[in-house]
């Protein structure tokens, strides 16, 4: 059962970029977040089928398409409205080779725009799901970090490779 209630994130328009789950999607939906849908006050991007395998050209590939997203929302709809959240999540410790440097990347991305858009109002996060990261997981903890609640983190990542998230039964 989840500490989200419904309705959530009524109204809340959210980007989705780089082949987010179906769960995320879902988790989304269920709180009445709108997808891909102006105005966009938040932005996901998953960079697990990106980064694929691994090796140093998805390591790179997943960098760019994650930047081009990012800028893209930002500059198009965060930055001229002054507020918003990016959720980056990276891939996971055995997504093959460069996977640490993968999520070094997306946390130093994360940390990074957090200070250089601060002035702007958008927070930046990442993400770093563990092996046993259940897709269900992800799902609630992206949902709330694009909730109003999320609002309070910016510029760190949350990394899941040694915890799970505690659920109420």
């Known amino acids: 059962m989840t500490l989200l209630r419904k309705g959530l994130l009524d109204s809340c328009a959210v980007a989705l970029a780089g082949g987010v789950a ?30 694929a395998g691994g090796g140093q050209d998805r390591l790179r590939e997943s960098i760019e398409q994650a930047w081009v997203a990012v800028h893209d929302v930002a500059t198009g ?3 001229p409205a002054s507020a918003g959240k990016v959720v980056l ?7 093959g080779t460069f996977a640490a440097a993968a999520r070094a990347a997306f946390e130093n991305l994360a940390r990074t725009l957090s200070v250089e ?5 958008i ?5 770093a799901p563990g ?3 259940s897709d269900d997981d992800l799902a609630e903890l992206v ?13 760190c990542v949350f990394d899941l490779s040694t915890s799970t998230l505690i659920r109420s039964s």
């Open 89 to 95: 999540i990276a891939p996971r410790p055995n997504a």
């Open 77 to 79: 709809a965060l930055i």
């Open 143 to 155: 949902c709330f970090l694009v909730s109003p609640a999320g609002e309070y983190f910016t510029g």
């Open 131 to 133: 092996t046993a990261t």
């Open 123 to 127: 927070g930046t996060v990442a993400i």
């Open 22 to 51: 179906p769960a995320i999607r879902d988790a989304l939906r269920g709180l009445g977040a709108q997808l891909d849908t102006e105005p966009v006050r938040a932005l996901v991007y998953d960079a697990g089928p990106a980064f």
């Open 117 to 121: 858009w601060a002035r702007y109002g």
